[in-house]
């Protein structure tokens, strides 16, 4: 059973930074790209940014600069360091992966940036 589970979301000022984490499992861990992807309130889910198995990561223009996402191959987890949050970046934030023919997602955790 593949398993995402996120975690490090919370209540932070603009300006500040959280880390995410994405701890999988159920999943070859090193075949697989690792994406973030976030969904603000009454918008749709949008990509945030990914590290591809081999540690590329890449990142949606609107968080380019910011956040930096990483992977830890030893406890199979991805995180995203994000800094310099805004209120715009408000959101459900959720793990994603594509094994064996289908998108597996975590239950999200949420960001909350204030103004």
């Known amino acids: 059973q593949v398993r995402l589970v996120e975690s490090g979301g919370g209540l932070v000022q603009a300006g500040g930074s959280l880390r995410l984490s994405c701890a999988a499992s159920g999943v070859n861990f090193r075949l697989n790209d690792m994406t973030w992807y976030r969904q603000g309130p009454g918008k749709q889910r949008e990509w945030v940014a990914t590290v591809t198995a081999v540690g590329d990561s890449s990142y949606a223009d609107a968080v380019k600069g910011r956040f930096t996402l990483s992977r830890d191959y030893p406890r199979t987890s991805v995180y995203l360091q994000m800094s310099n949050l805004e209120p715009e970046d408000t959101a459900i934030y959720y793990c994603?992966?594509?094994?064996?023919?289908?998108?597996?997602w975590g239950q999200g955790t949420q960001v909350t940036v204030s103004s």
């Open positions: 994603n992966t594509q094994y064996r023919g289908r998108d597996w």
